[in-house]
């Protein structure tokens, strides 16, 4: 009998007690977050298009920020040139680039392609560049956008849209994969992408969850900016300065049809450090700066932000946390008859991630995403078993040794004024 046949025999054996400890992982960590809640996101609040009248009644500038980026700068805004709804206002940064940026930004500027440019000759790291350009915008509207990112025609017009709400500080623009077919890695990264940020922000809007209005392209209501101070320095700025606005009481919003397209990364190396820099900066932010999310006798402590701090403490630490335990507690319970019984899991794991993949496309028909369904599989084991350890071994990084202050990512300067 083939590993297959046999995982599916065992299956339809055990008694209910059985069934229910061998697929714990799966009914503690992964229905209620990647089948339920995203349910919700895919059949309520779909967002309804207005005119394109609407994205016009608040001035917009578009900032673009980046380091040594002289080929990606151009290519940028002339995509911004072709918007269905065009920024009134374009401000470009060079944070300490030591290539052609600078003279790629002057040319710019004088053939008026940009409105205002800023450079700087030591690098202050993305939170400086985005303050800078903050005070040199004159828009109602601050729309970032990293340099390498491309959008839909109408992603200007679309993410605008939300702040005909008044108290809508932040919206999240949908980042998707540009480069799925560079390598199996991208592949399922473009799968991710798909389920938790289309489909997981749709579910997280719903609820009024949405926790980051992510760097690559996101709007701000800059009074709203203004109020909270801007981007603090080191890593994380995104989730920091969005965490921020719901502390003060602003919304944050999510158009899933003003989609961005980022390439990602294509080898294993790439992926780690990406994430490591990602998971340390999010425990960093989440259970050290904002800690007092969790604190009932803290003056700023509200239901709705300890919800979120609570889904990611369960969901995303305990969820890595646990898993080595549960491998090693299968294969001492049934031997290496574990390796069928993790198939199992995993047969089940494959139903569900199909399930949800087929919901996160229909709610994402902006993207042409059913040639990625015969890639469900691989990403089934990227997402349940790889992206596991590394987010346990990110977390771990963090905890013990503090390294989110040392990353490369921010100037180490930066990282001695803030200390640890």
Known sequence: MNPVSESLAYLFSQSTVSMYLLFAIVIIFEIPR?????????????????????????????????????????RCIASLKEQSRQPDEIVAFSDGSTDRTREVLRSLLARGEIDKAYATDLRGGKSAGLNVCERLATGDILVNIDCDCSLDRDAIRRIVEPFEDPTVGSVAGNIQVRNPESSLLATVQAIEYLVTLSLGKQSALVLD?????????????????EETG???????????????????????????????????????????????????DAIRLRFRKYVFEFNPFDPRFRISEMLHQFEFLVFNVIGAALMPFYVAWLFIQYGSFAIVLLLSV???????DLFVFL???YTTPYVNSIRLLPYVVAYTFYNGIL?????????????????????????????DVRGI
Not at 212 to 225: D, E, P, T, V, W
Not at 346 to 352: P, Q, S
């Open 34 to 74: 990647y089948f339920l809640l995203f349910t919700v996101g895919a059949f309520m609040n779909r967002p309804k298009q207005r005119a394109l009248e609407a994205s016009y009644r608040y001035k917009v500038t578009v900032i673009v920020a980046g380091h040594n980026e002289a080929d990606a700068f151009p």
């Open 387 to 415: 992206m596991r350890f590394i987010r346990l071994g990110a977390y771990l990084d963090e905890w013990l040794r503090d390294s989110s202050y040392r990353d490369s990512y921010v100037p180490q300067k930066v990282h």
């Open 359 to 361: 919901m996160a496309a």
């Open 346 to 352: 995993k047969i089940v794991l494959i139903l569900l």
């Open 230 to 280: 801007g981007a603090d320095a080191g890593g994380g700025e995104d989730l920091d300065a969005t965490l921020r606005l719901r502390s003060y009481g602003w919304k944050i919003g999510f158009r899933v049809d003003a989609v961005c397209y980022t390439d990602v990364p294509v080898k294993l190396s790439g992926l780690v450090r990406q994430r490591f820099r990602w998971e340390r």
């Open 209 to 225: 969850q949405v926790t980051c209005s992510s760097g690559g392209f996101s709007a701000f209501r800059k009074s709203a900016l």
